[in-house]
Protein backbone atom coordinates (compact mmCIF):
# COMPACT_ATOMS: atom_id res chain seq x y z
CA UNK A 1 0.00 0.00 0.00
CA UNK A 2 1.02 3.66 -0.44
CA UNK A 3 3.27 4.99 2.21
CA UNK A 4 3.42 8.30 4.56
CA UNK A 5 2.16 11.17 1.77
CA UNK A 6 3.09 14.77 2.70
CA UNK A 7 1.48 18.17 0.54
CA UNK A 8 2.57 20.16 -0.45
CA UNK A 9 6.75 19.22 -1.15
CA UNK A 10 7.82 22.71 -0.95
CA UNK A 11 6.54 25.87 0.26
CA UNK A 12 7.86 29.05 0.09
CA UNK A 13 6.12 31.67 2.26
CA UNK A 14 7.32 35.41 3.43
CA UNK A 15 7.68 36.52 6.14
CA UNK A 16 4.43 37.28 8.86
CA UNK A 17 2.96 34.97 6.78
CA UNK A 18 0.27 31.93 7.39
CA UNK A 19 1.68 28.18 6.18
CA UNK A 20 -0.46 24.86 6.52
CA UNK A 21 1.06 21.73 5.74
CA UNK A 22 -0.57 18.24 5.41
CA UNK A 23 -0.16 14.72 6.28
CA UNK A 24 -1.43 11.64 5.19
CA UNK A 25 -0.76 8.67 7.28
CA UNK A 26 -0.78 4.90 6.22
CA UNK A 27 -3.95 4.04 6.37
CA UNK A 28 -4.65 2.13 9.93
CA UNK A 29 -1.75 3.72 11.72
CA UNK A 30 -2.76 4.77 14.80
CA UNK A 31 -0.57 7.29 15.65
CA UNK A 32 0.96 10.15 13.96
CA UNK A 33 4.26 12.34 14.22
CA UNK A 34 5.25 15.66 13.28
CA UNK A 35 9.43 16.31 13.59
CA UNK A 36 11.00 19.55 12.21
CA UNK A 37 14.71 19.06 10.58
CA UNK A 38 17.07 22.17 10.43
CA UNK A 39 19.62 21.63 7.60
CA UNK A 40 22.06 19.46 8.89
CA UNK A 41 20.46 18.75 11.81
CA UNK A 42 18.43 15.70 12.72
CA UNK A 43 14.79 15.33 13.00
CA UNK A 44 13.34 17.13 16.39
CA UNK A 45 10.22 15.92 17.85
CA UNK A 46 7.40 18.66 17.61
CA UNK A 47 3.76 16.91 18.23
CA UNK A 48 2.10 13.46 18.90
CA UNK A 49 -1.54 12.19 17.88
CA UNK A 50 -3.36 9.00 19.41
CA UNK A 51 -6.37 8.47 16.70
CA UNK A 52 -7.45 12.09 17.23
CA UNK A 53 -6.34 13.25 19.83
CA UNK A 54 -3.28 15.55 20.23
CA UNK A 55 -1.65 13.76 23.63
CA UNK A 56 2.02 15.59 23.41
CA UNK A 57 3.03 19.19 21.71
CA UNK A 58 5.91 19.36 24.15
CA UNK A 59 7.98 19.80 21.02
CA UNK A 60 5.92 23.02 19.45
CA UNK A 61 8.27 25.97 19.51
CA UNK A 62 5.84 28.12 19.98
CA UNK A 63 1.91 29.05 19.97
CA UNK A 64 2.48 30.21 16.37
CA UNK A 65 3.03 26.66 15.80
CA UNK A 66 -0.90 24.41 15.97
CA UNK A 67 -1.58 20.70 14.72
CA UNK A 68 -4.86 19.25 14.49
CA UNK A 69 -5.85 15.77 13.17
CA UNK A 70 -9.56 16.16 13.67
CA UNK A 71 -10.87 12.55 12.10
CA UNK A 72 -7.80 10.49 13.26
CA UNK A 73 -6.65 10.03 9.87
CA UNK A 74 -5.07 13.21 8.05
CA UNK A 75 -3.17 15.81 10.26
CA UNK A 76 -2.48 19.43 9.25
CA UNK A 77 0.28 21.76 11.22
CA UNK A 78 -0.51 25.08 10.76
CA UNK A 79 2.26 27.57 11.41
CA UNK A 80 1.42 31.28 11.78
CA UNK A 81 3.13 34.73 11.18
CA UNK A 82 5.85 32.26 9.32
CA UNK A 83 9.62 33.62 10.86
CA UNK A 84 12.88 33.24 8.90
CA UNK A 85 13.76 30.44 11.59
CA UNK A 86 10.85 28.16 11.06
CA UNK A 87 12.70 27.48 7.67
CA UNK A 88 13.03 23.37 7.99
CA UNK A 89 11.58 20.23 6.68
CA UNK A 90 8.81 18.80 8.49
CA UNK A 91 8.04 15.49 8.53
CA UNK A 92 5.41 13.54 9.49
CA UNK A 93 5.17 9.91 10.65
CA UNK A 94 2.79 7.36 11.42
CA UNK A 95 3.29 4.05 13.31
CA UNK A 96 0.66 1.31 14.25
CA UNK A 97 0.70 1.86 18.01
CA UNK A 98 1.84 -1.74 18.78
CA UNK A 99 2.24 -1.96 22.83
CA UNK A 100 5.01 -5.24 22.43
CA UNK A 101 8.01 -5.82 20.46
CA UNK A 102 9.16 -3.61 17.33
CA UNK A 103 6.76 -0.21 16.75
CA UNK A 104 8.29 1.31 13.65
CA UNK A 105 7.93 5.05 12.70
CA UNK A 106 7.37 5.55 8.66
CA UNK A 107 7.96 8.72 8.01
CA UNK A 108 6.62 10.94 4.97
CA UNK A 109 9.45 12.97 2.20
CA UNK A 110 8.64 16.00 4.64
CA UNK A 111 7.19 19.44 2.86
CA UNK A 112 10.39 22.01 2.70
CA UNK A 113 9.65 25.45 4.82
CA UNK A 114 11.47 28.37 3.32
CA UNK A 115 10.51 31.59 4.71
CA UNK A 116 11.93 34.71 2.74
CA UNK B 1 24.34 19.34 25.69
CA UNK B 2 21.92 17.37 22.98
CA UNK B 3 20.32 14.14 23.93
CA UNK B 4 22.10 12.39 21.56
CA UNK B 5 25.55 13.32 19.85
CA UNK B 6 26.06 11.83 16.42
CA UNK B 7 30.07 13.20 14.07
CA UNK B 8 27.91 14.58 11.29
CA UNK B 9 30.97 13.81 9.10
CA UNK B 10 30.98 13.86 6.17
CA UNK B 11 32.97 10.51 5.83
CA UNK B 12 34.20 8.82 2.49
CA UNK B 13 35.21 5.42 1.79
CA UNK B 14 35.95 3.38 -1.27
CA UNK B 15 33.78 0.90 -2.45
CA UNK B 16 34.25 -2.01 -0.73
CA UNK B 17 35.08 -0.84 2.27
CA UNK B 18 33.60 -1.05 6.53
CA UNK B 19 32.04 1.73 7.82
CA UNK B 20 31.46 2.71 10.90
CA UNK B 21 29.06 5.16 12.23
CA UNK B 22 28.33 5.63 16.15
CA UNK B 23 26.40 7.84 18.47
CA UNK B 24 26.69 8.43 22.49
CA UNK B 25 23.55 9.20 24.21
CA UNK B 26 22.96 11.29 27.89
CA UNK B 27 19.69 9.45 28.80
CA UNK B 28 20.03 5.97 30.55
CA UNK B 29 16.58 5.73 29.96
CA UNK B 30 16.72 5.02 26.25
CA UNK B 31 15.88 1.45 26.32
CA UNK B 32 14.94 1.35 22.00
CA UNK B 33 17.39 2.42 19.37
CA UNK B 34 17.13 2.69 15.52
CA UNK B 35 19.27 3.58 13.01
CA UNK B 36 17.53 5.53 9.79
CA UNK B 37 18.52 5.86 6.51
CA UNK B 38 18.14 9.50 5.03
CA UNK B 39 18.61 9.43 0.98
CA UNK B 40 18.54 13.70 -0.04
CA UNK B 41 15.43 15.15 -0.05
CA UNK B 42 13.79 11.89 1.23
CA UNK B 43 12.27 10.98 4.71
CA UNK B 44 14.68 8.90 6.67
CA UNK B 45 13.81 5.21 6.45
CA UNK B 46 14.04 2.43 9.45
CA UNK B 47 17.70 -0.10 8.84
CA UNK B 48 18.27 -1.64 11.66
CA UNK B 49 15.90 -1.77 15.61
CA UNK B 50 17.79 -3.17 18.66
CA UNK B 51 16.43 -3.19 21.94
CA UNK B 52 18.49 -3.14 24.94
CA UNK B 53 22.26 -3.76 24.69
CA UNK B 54 23.06 -6.44 22.77
CA UNK B 55 24.24 -7.11 18.74
CA UNK B 56 22.01 -7.57 15.87
CA UNK B 57 22.91 -8.38 12.13
CA UNK B 58 21.19 -7.55 8.57
CA UNK B 59 22.94 -8.68 5.95
CA UNK B 60 25.50 -6.44 5.68
CA UNK B 61 24.08 -4.03 8.48
CA UNK B 62 25.31 -4.49 12.28
CA UNK B 63 23.89 -2.51 14.87
CA UNK B 64 25.82 -2.56 18.04
CA UNK B 65 24.38 -1.34 21.83
CA UNK B 66 26.25 -1.03 24.62
CA UNK B 67 24.16 0.68 27.32
CA UNK B 68 27.07 0.51 30.41
CA UNK B 69 29.26 2.84 27.55
CA UNK B 70 25.96 4.84 26.28
CA UNK B 71 27.61 4.32 22.77
CA UNK B 72 25.94 2.93 19.63
CA UNK B 73 27.30 1.90 16.34
CA UNK B 74 26.37 0.69 13.06
CA UNK B 75 28.43 -1.01 10.82
CA UNK B 76 28.84 -1.85 7.01
CA UNK B 77 30.56 -4.54 5.21
CA UNK B 78 31.17 -4.38 1.63
CA UNK B 79 30.01 -1.12 1.22
CA UNK B 80 28.00 0.05 -2.25
CA UNK B 81 27.87 3.40 -3.82
CA UNK B 82 23.92 2.92 -3.03
CA UNK B 83 24.84 3.10 0.25
CA UNK B 84 25.73 6.72 0.40
CA UNK B 85 23.12 8.53 2.39
CA UNK B 86 22.65 10.32 5.87
CA UNK B 87 22.26 7.96 8.49
CA UNK B 88 20.65 8.91 11.45
CA UNK B 89 20.67 6.86 14.82
CA UNK B 90 17.63 7.28 17.10
CA UNK B 91 16.46 5.92 19.95
CA UNK B 92 13.40 6.37 22.61
CA UNK B 93 12.42 5.50 26.28
CA UNK B 94 9.89 2.96 25.31
CA UNK B 95 8.28 1.83 22.33
CA UNK B 96 5.27 2.02 20.76
CA UNK B 97 4.10 5.75 20.82
CA UNK B 98 6.92 7.56 21.59
CA UNK B 99 8.79 10.68 20.09
CA UNK B 100 12.38 9.37 18.85
CA UNK B 101 15.28 11.51 19.91
CA UNK B 102 17.48 11.85 17.10
CA UNK B 103 21.54 12.27 16.60
CA UNK B 104 22.46 14.75 13.87
CA UNK B 105 23.19 12.25 11.18
CA UNK B 106 26.09 11.37 9.56
CA UNK B 107 26.53 12.01 5.87
CA UNK B 108 28.01 9.17 4.03
CA UNK B 109 29.62 8.88 0.34
CA UNK B 110 30.70 5.27 -0.79
CA UNK B 111 32.91 5.96 -3.87
CA UNK B 112 32.91 3.58 -6.59
Known amino acids: GAGVSQSPRYKVAKRGQDVALRCDPISGHVSLFWYQQALGQGPEFLTY????????KSGLPSDRFFAERPEGSVSTLKIQRTQQEDSAVYLC??????????????FGPGTRLTVL | QKEVEQDPGPLSVPEGAIVSLNCTYSNSAFQYFMWYRQYSRKGPELLMY????GNKEDGRFTAQVDKSSKYISLFIRDSQPSDSATYLC????????????FGTGTRLTVIP
Open chain 2, 90 to 101: AMSVVTGANNLF
Open chain 2, 50 to 53: TYSS
Open chain 1, 49 to 56: FQNEAQLD
Open chain 1, 93 to 106: ASSLDLEESQDTQY
